[in-house]
Every structure is written in C-alpha cells, then in structure tokens.
C-alpha cells in the first residue's frame, strides 16, 4: 500500500479540482451523462485502467488488477438534476435549469481520486473495480448495470454520499438499514362532475382526494406502529377543469418511504385498502398503483467496521459520527447489494457558513471534501485487498 496517502493525494488534487468544477459547470440528467462518461472513461485510461463504456446505458466501469480472484469495488455516480443553480460560483451551471444539486461531481471525482492512487501499485494481486454510474437519482441506473454485469464476480463494494448536515473532516457512518426503501403512489378518484352550485347531485372527486391525503395521514398515525414509521408525501395534484364544474376526476402523484422492509411488502395493499374504504364512503371510485423505486441500503457489518477503522486512521476517531438513526431518503446503491454485500457513508461537505440542502438551487459544497473522500475511500479498499491476498473465491 503507499506510504503516505497525503502526500500521492496532493501530486493531483489541483488538478481533480478543476476537473469537478468543470463536471459541475457541464452537468447531464440522468441516462444522458454522455460527456461526464466520455470524461471519466478517458481519465480512467490515461490511468491504466481497463475501461468498458456504455455499461447500463451511459455507465463506465474500471478494472486493475486480477479479475479472477477476489473483488473489491467502488461505486460513485454521475447524473445531475432538473433544478435551475442560483450559487452564483464562477463555474456554476451552464446547461440552464440542469445542476449538481446532489454532490454527483464531487463523488465522480472521488471515484477518479481512488482510481488515481490504485494504479500506483506495481502489484495488484486481488481485483479492483470502480462503478461510474448513470441515472442515480432516478433509481434506475444500478439495475442498468447490474443486468450489463457491472457486478459480476465481485466480493465487496464500497459508496459515499455527501452530506451537507455534516461539515467538511467529517463523516456518517451506520451499519445495518441506512435508507429507506422507497415507492412511487398514484392514485386516481373518479367521481361524478355536476354544477358547482349543486354539489350534492354530483360525485366531488376534489373533496373525496383531500379525504384520501388526510385520511392516509390519520391512519398511519392510528393503524401501523409508530416504531416503524411510514411517510406518504403528495407532490402533484391534477383534476378538473372549470372554476363552477364538480369535478369528475383527480389525479395524486406522491412518494411512500418506510424503513421496515416487511412493513414495506405489506404498503401497497394496505394503501389500497385504506384508499378503495375512503372512495366508496363517498361514492366514488378509485384506482391506486404503487411502483416500488427501491429497497433499503443495508451496510454490511463486517464491511462497516473495516471502514470505521480505517476511517479513524485518517481523520480521528472525534470525527466519526455513528448515525443513530437511518435516512428517509432512498438510493438505488441498495439495488447493487441484492449482488455483493457492501456499505456506504456520509461525507460531510459543509463550510463554515453552512451548506444549503441537497436538491437545492443554493447547494454549494465545500472542496476539501475531496481529499477526505478519496484518502477514507482509499484506505479502506487498500486494507481490504491486503486482507484478502492470497485468498481464492472459495475462501472468501
């Protein structure tokens, strides 16, 4: 392994600077990272590294090392979101309404950083693979590249994720349930439309969908354990079509997060449920569809630890902060660990004025992030594959 991480990092930082500024000055929606994947896979072979392109659509992985032996990964990704910035940095935005609102630059270039100080050692006697993915924050680009093989053959996997609740030196680390799993509702109330002055000839969709929000609401409160909470969010509301006209239908669009994965198996007909009682109360109609999005990141003990440890050698243990309590938030890095087991942490990115929230217009990141990412990130694979040389696939 080197010998000073400090060091090997500060010969290239400047350089990875730019390189996120200019990724954060050109960023692309999800399934669309065609330049940053161009960029990546270039950085990559100017490396030595082993690059496959168009993994999962627009993804990139990297390979060093001995392929048929054990395997160690990291995953970073890449997509940027619909969201117009209003940081006022030099290297803001130049692709109007489109912004890295969630850090996606910073951990690409993280992946680049690791991948960096990897390709130093002459001997790589275990595997190493780095993920580029696309499409994160759609919830779509892991299973894209699960089924292009991305994950094929691998043994252990490693993730971050910048948090701006954290300043810059530290980061969140929790083994066990870390996300939560997470769905998509649409609820359709049909009704029947009449005039405006004479409701009670018509079925009022508008009131019956305000009952099904409100009524949801109060069930979770008094039908499932407060110990296991469940969220229902609705942000979209469509339905009717004049200001004296009852409406006929009404359309509401929202969002399910539960940290219970057997809870969550059992949401979508207890939503049903819940929404056809309230419907035909009233004398309407419903039809209710639950899309899930994805299941919750579950770190791995034993890979949690590793990375604990090593974290505490490069930034001290007063800077490790052990989460108590999961996010609500969903990543598809969970889709990844349906395959190999894995863990991600915290990285925290505020200054000392703070950071504005992800998937915010005012997100701006503090830069010395970088260097924590790619030192912790480094460290931790590097232990790993000296633990693990020697050993055969059917050792591990």
């Known amino acids: 392994m080197i010998d000073n991480l400090d060091n090997a990092i500060s010969q290239f930082l400047p350089e990875l600077l730019d390189l996120r500024r200019h990724l954060h000055a050109h960023p692309e929606l999800s399934g669309h990272e065609y330049q940053t994947a161009a960029l990546v896979a270039g950085e990559l072979r100017k490396y030595g590294w082993h690059v496959e392109e168009a993994i999962g659509g627009t993804g990139v992985v990297g390979n060093l090392g001995n392929q048929d032996g054990p395997i160690v990964g990291l995953r970073v990704d890449m997509d940027a979101l619909p969201i117009e910035e209003k940081t006022g940095l030099e290297y803001s935005s130049v692709q109007e309404g489109v912004m890295h609102a969630c850090g996606h630059d910073l951990h690409a270039c993280i992946g680049l950083g690791v991948a960096r100080l990897i390709a130093l050692e002459n001997d790589l006697s275990v595997g190493v693979r780095v993920i580029f993915q696309p499409a994160e924050e759609i919830a779509k680009g892991a299973n894209w590249m699960r089924s292009d093989g991305a994950t094929k053959g691998m043994h252990a996997l490693f993730g971050v994720h910048s948090l701006p609740d954290l300043p810059v030196g530290k980061i969140g680390i929790k083994s066990g349930i870390f996300t939560a799993a997470a769905g998509q509702l649409d609820i359709e109330i049909l009704g029947e439309e009449g005039h405006g002055a004479r409701p009670h000839e018509a079925v009022d969709s ?51 997060r539960c940290l219970d994965p057997e809870l969550y198996e059992r949401l979508p007909s207890w939503i049903e449920k ?25 770190n791995d003990e034993k890979l ?18 052990f989460l108590n309590k999961p996010s609500l938030g969903a990543e598809d890095f969970a889709f990844l660990l349906q395959d190999v087991p894995g863990t991600m942490f915290r990285l925290g990115v505020a200054g000392d004025n703070g950071c504005a929230p992800l998937h915010n217009g005012y997100f701006a ?32």
């Open 206 to 256: 508008i009131w019956i969908a305000a009952k099904v929000i409100s009524g949801l609401q109060e069930a979770i409160s008094r039908r499932l354990d407060a110990l296991n909470p469940v969220v229902i969010s609705f942000g979209k509301i469509t339905g009717g079509s004049a200001f004296n006209i009852i409406a006929q239908r009404v359309k509401l669009l929202g969002t399910v």
């Open 365 to 396: 990141l503090n830069e010395s992030s970088l260097e924590i990412g790619i030192k912790i990130l480094s460290k931790t694979i590097f232990t790993w594959m000296q633990n693990h040389t020697g050993t055969n696939n059917k050792e591990l």
């Open 304 to 321: 949690t630890n590793l990375l604990v440890k090593c974290s505490e050698s490069c930034i001290g243990e007063e800077n490790i902060v």
């Open 274 to 298: 819940n929404v056809q009682n309230i419907a035909s109360t009233y004398g309407a109609r419903a039809v209710v569809k639950f899309r899930s999005i994805a299941p919750s990141v579950n």
